[in-house]
C-alpha cells in the first residue's frame, strides 16, 4: 500500500523540487519542457499540491541531474537516517562534484544555443531582400534585356 504525504512533507519535497529547477536557472516552462511533462503538473508539485509518483520522482532527478535522494530530502526522517547510514559523505560529495561538472557543460551549451538562436532571430529581422518582379532581379532582368 503506498504511503502518503503530510502536508509538511508535501510542501518539502515541492521546496526540494523547486531548488534543484532553481539551480539549474531553469524556468518552469523550460524545466517542464525537458521533464516531458505540463508546466501546472509541475507548478502542482512545487507547491506540495501534488506530489509526483515514483515515475515523476524518477523524471525529475534525471532532468535536473541529481540524486533522488536530494529531491526527498527532509520529506520523511526514516529514509533520511537510512541514506546517511548508507552512503558515506565522500562518495556523496564526489557524486555532486561530477554531477557540477556535467550540469556546467549543460549550462554552457544551452547558453550556446539560446545565444544562436538569438543571432539568427537578429539576422532574420535586419536581412534585407532585394526587390524582384516576376521573382527575377533586378540586375537579372537587365542581363537578359541586353541579351535579346
Known amino acids: 500500500m503506498p504511503r502518503t504525504l503530510d502536508d509538511v512533507s508535501k510542501e518539502t519535497l515541492g521546496k526540494n523540487l523547486k531548488e534543484a529547477r532553481s539551480r539549474r536557472g531553469w524556468t518552469q516552462v523550460e524545466a517542464a519542457k525537458l521533464a516531458g511533462v505540463r508546466r501546472d503538473r509541475l507548478v502542482k508539485w512545487e507547491t506540495g499540491k501534488e506530489t509526483p509518483g515514483t515515475e515523476g520522482l524518477l523524471l525529475l532527478a534525471i532532468t535536473y541531474a541529481c540524486p533522488v535522494d536530494q529531491l526527498l ?12 547510514a548508507r552512503v558515506p ?6 557524486y555532486a562534484a561530477k554531477v557540477d561538472a556535467v550540469m ?3 549550462a554552457d551549451t544551452l547558453r550556446q544555443v539560446r545565444d ?11 536581412s534585407v531582400r532585394t526587390p524582384t518582379t516576376g521573382g527575377k532581379s533586378a540586375t537579372t532582368r537587365a542581363h537578359r534585356k541586353r541579351g535579346k
Do not use: F, K
Open 89 to 94: 559523505i565522500d562518495a556523496q560529495q564526489h
Open 116 to 126: 544562436a538562436e538569438a543571432a539568427d532571430q537578429t539576422r532574420s529581422a535586419t
Open 73 to 84: 530530502s527532509g520529506v520523511d526522517e526514516q529514509y533520511d537516517e537510512i541514506i546517511e
Open 104 to 106: 556546467a557543460t549543460l
